[in-house]
């Protein structure tokens, strides 16, 4: 049974910082690309990042470039996302996802995903 664990959520100010985790289970997580996404009250949910199978290859929606980091430990079977300079809109709840082969921002692509976690960014 393939498990993904988030975690590292809570409220920050604006200009803040966290860094989130997802702990992967049931799966061998090196076949997988792993993927961040989000979603705000009252939106639909959207690709914040990804990462690819070796962690050689990052992508980032415009919004977060420069400001949040993708990574990966396939030791640990665990994706991170590391948020800084945080601002209100960043405000949502974020999931892990996981993907067999190719890296990809398109959610339907995506077989497995965490509960989420939530992300408050005060103003």
């Known amino acids: 049974q393939v498990q993904l664990v988030e975690s590292g959520g809570g409220l920050v100010q604006t200009g803040g910082s966290l860094r989130l985790s997802c702990v992967a289970s049931g799966l061998t997580f090196s076949s997988y690309s792993m993927g961040w996404f989000r979603q705000a009250p009252g939106k639909e949910r959207e690709f914040v990042a990804t990462?690819?199978?070796?962690?050689?290859?990052?992508t980032y929606t415009n919004s977060v470039k420069g400001r949040f980091t993708i990574s990966r430990d396939n030791a640990k079977n665990t994706v991170y996302l590391q948020m800084n300079s945080l601002k209100p809109e960043d405000t949502a709840v974020y999931f892990c996802a996981a993907k067999l082969g190719i890296s990809s921002s398109q959610e339907y692509e995506y077989a497995y995903w965490g509960q989420g976690t939530q992300v408050t960014v005060s103003s």
């Open positions: 990462i690819s199978r070796n962690g050689g290859i990052t």
